[in-house]
Nanobody, 125 residues
């Protein structure tokens, strides 16, 4: 019930690209507001971006704006995070999350009820 699973992480050189995927096993989740967060060792979970249920509204953290893109394919129960121009400071465990509420644009992890286990992204300099 309410499971999310991320994939697509890996090791990449600075300036490279990766695409993360998040598959929802529960179809009801893919109709909700979803988001990406990331967490580095010793740091709090950090907001990356969020996308509305219909994909029309996207909100970004300033640190990734212009480099990352969020999209979703509700027919495939999947959300994506395309990451370009990666920097060493983007190194983190990346999580996808879904709300059961309607906090549009929320950057607060407490507003998200379902989380994946995370996929590691490592950017070498």
């Amino acid at each position: 019930q309410g499971q999310l699973e991320e994939s697509g992480g890996g090791l990449v050189q600075a300036g490279g690209s990766l695409r993360l995927s998040c598959v929802a096993s529960d179809r009801t989740l893919i109709g909700n507001i979803m988001a990406w967060f990331r967490q580095s060792p010793g740091k709090d979970r950090e907001f990356v971006g969020t996308i509305s249920s219909d994909g029309h509204y996207i909100y970004w953290a300033d640190s990734v704006k212009g480099r990352f893109t969020i999209s979703r394919d509700n027919a495939k129960n999947t959300m994506y995070l395309q990451m370009n121009s990666l920097k060493p400071e983007d190194t983190a465990l990346y999580f996808c999350a879904a709300q059961t509420h309607n906090y549009m644009g929320s950057r607060n992890p407490l507003h998200y009820d379902y989380w994946g286990q995370g996929t590691q992204v490592t950017v070498s300099s």
